[in-house]
């Protein structure tokens, strides 16, 4: 890369042109005098210690105080990763001001509903989903597509995921994995469809693979809608694990305890490997009157239907409460987020 358009990349970062420059030189020259400075920037001597104060209270140069005074460039490996962590909390920051800008209009969050195109650009934003779910990971596609995410599977051992599609038999990669629930498809056409859904974030979908990955045009939806992903939770089940042949259990009591779960479809399925009798923790609200709840209590039964998901739980207090999951309107709470233990 040229210094110009290194020049121009840190300007974007809130550098003056000719402290980019001054930075730049002192990376070539080592700790300097500004007079040093100036003779191989060519940046005005006028200037130069104005530059040069300016980078240090920015965080690039240290000043070494003595006689002469010797300005030093700041390790521009520190100087990346502070920059890489302030931009990514001004993009966080920005992201929730965004969203509460749109729900102070109307009233709900900001769906992302996306058309993805490419082959490789599908895969990365599955890998994306895998990586940055922080509770649970549900997947139904072909073992040919599985394939692609081994790697990013493979690092995920401290979230439960379920995963249905065309064993032929365990591969020894998902075999050794506890967290893993895997199901065996039947031979319902709707296996060519691909779900790959992280926590209530985003979920991605497309049909078939393609024959030739290089050449076909090939496209995918990305969406980000915790409504939306709520119903594609409901059809991974009711279409396709619920369907499945269960080949591998979930190695409970090697998890880390409270297995935090977001869908109670997930919930129930875990209880039907592990038994009803559980503690947990709910956070949710009431539906009655929208007001937050947290409830302790343990299970004492579920419900499971294609229309119907909710457990019921004995509080410590000795009350019966039925809870769902997002969406629910029938039970006594919606429940959000699920800590089993």
Not at 7 to 30: H, M, P, V
Not at 58 to 75: E, Q
Not at 77 to 91: F, G, S
């Given at each position: 890369?040229?210094?110009?358009?290194?020049?121009?990349?840190?300007?974007?970062?809130g550098?003056?042109?000719?402290?980019?420059?001054?930075?730049?030189?002192?990376?070539?020259?080592?700790p300097s005098?500004?007079?040093?400075?100036?003779?191989?920037?060519?940046i005005?001597?006028?200037?130069?210690?104005?530059?040069?104060?300016s980078?240090?209270?920015?965080?690039?140069?240290?000043?070494?105080?003595?006689?002469?005074?010797?300005?030093?460039?700041?390790?521009?490996e520190?100087?990346?990763?502070?920059?890489?962590k302030?931009?990514?909390?001004?993009?966080?920051?920005?992201?929730?001001?965004?969203?509460?800008?749109?729900?102070?209009?109307?009233?709900?969050?900001?769906?992302?509903?996306?058309?993805?195109?490419?082959?490789?650009?599908t895969?990365e934003?599955?890998?994306y989903?895998?990586?940055?779910?922080?509770?649970?990971?549900?997947?139904?596609?072909?073992?040919?597509?599985?394939?692609?995410?081994?790697?990013?599977?493979?690092?995920?051992?401290?979230?439960?995921?379920?995963?249905?599609?065309?064993?032929?038999?365990?591969?020894?990669?998902?075999?050794?994995?506890?967290?893993?629930?895997?199901?065996?498809?039947?031979?319902?056409?709707?296996?060519?469809?691909?779900?790959i859904?992280?926590?209530?974030?985003?979920?991605?979908?497309?049909?078939?693979?393609?024959?030739?990955?290089?050449?076909?045009?090939?496209?995918?939806?990305?969406?980000k809608?915790?409504?939306?992903?709520?119903?594609?939770?409901?059809?991974?089940y009711?279409?396709?694990?619920?369907?499945s042949k269960?080949?591998?259990?979930l190695?409970?009591?090697?998890?880390?305890?409270?297995?935090?779960?977001?869908?109670?479809?997930?919930?129930?399925?875990?209880?039907?490997?592990i038994g009803?009798?559980?503690?947990?923790?709910v956070?949710?609200?009431?539906?009655?009157?929208?007001t937050?709840?947290?409830?302790?209590?343990?299970?004492?039964?579920f419900?499971?239907?294609?229309?119907?998901?909710?457990?019921?739980?004995?509080?410590?207090?000795?009350?019966?409460?039925?809870?769902?999951?997002?969406?629910?309107?029938?039970?006594?709470?919606?429940?959000?987020?699920?800590?089993?233990y």
């Amino acid at each position: 890369m040229i210094e110009e358009d290194i020049i121009q990349k840190l300007q974007k970062f809130g550098l003056t042109k000719y402290e980019s420059l001054a930075y730049i030189t002192l990376l070539k020259l080592g700790p300097s005098k500004a007079t040093d400075v100036t003779r191989e920037s060519g940046i005005p001597h006028t200037r130069i210690y104005d530059v040069l104060s300016s980078l240090s209270k920015k965080g690039f140069v240290d000043i070494m105080h003595g006689t002469p005074r010797l300005y030093a460039p700041v390790n521009p490996e520190l100087v990346l990763e502070r920059l890489k962590k302030e931009l990514i909390e001004d993009i966080e920051n920005l992201k929730k001001a965004f969203e509460y800008l749109y729900k102070e209009t109307h009233g709900e969050e900001l769906p992302e509903i996306w058309t993805i195109y490419g082959f490789e650009n599908t895969v990365e934003r599955a890998e994306y989903i895998i990586r940055s779910a922080k509770h649970e990971i549900l997947i139904n596609t072909p073992f040919e597509f599985l394939k692609q995410l081994r790697d990013a599977i493979e690092k995920r051992d401290d979230i439960l995921m379920i995963i249905v599609s065309n064993f032929e038999s365990i591969p020894k990669w998902l075999n050794e994995k506890g967290n893993v629930i895997l199901a065996k498809s039947g031979e319902a056409p709707w296996l060519m469809g691909t779900w790959i859904i992280g926590d209530v974030n985003y979920a991605l979908f497309f049909g078939t693979l393609p024959e030739n990955k290089g050449k076909e045009r090939f496209y995918s939806f990305w969406a980000k809608s915790a409504k939306l992903i709520q119903n594609y939770v409901h059809w991974f089940y009711t279409m396709y694990f619920d369907n499945s042949k269960e080949i591998k259990g979930l190695e409970y009591d090697k998890l880390s305890k409270p297995v935090v779960l977001t869908h109670i479809r997930t919930v129930i399925t875990v209880l039907k490997s592990i038994g009803v009798d559980r503690e947990i923790e709910v956070i949710g609200r009431f539906l009655k009157d929208k007001t937050q709840v947290k409830i302790k209590g343990r299970i004492i039964g579920f419900e499971y239907t294609p229309l119907t998901a909710n457990i019921t739980i004995e509080t410590e207090k000795g009350e019966k409460l039925k809870i769902g999951g997002l969406g629910s309107y029938l039970e006594d709470v919606e429940g959000e987020i699920f800590l089993l233990y």
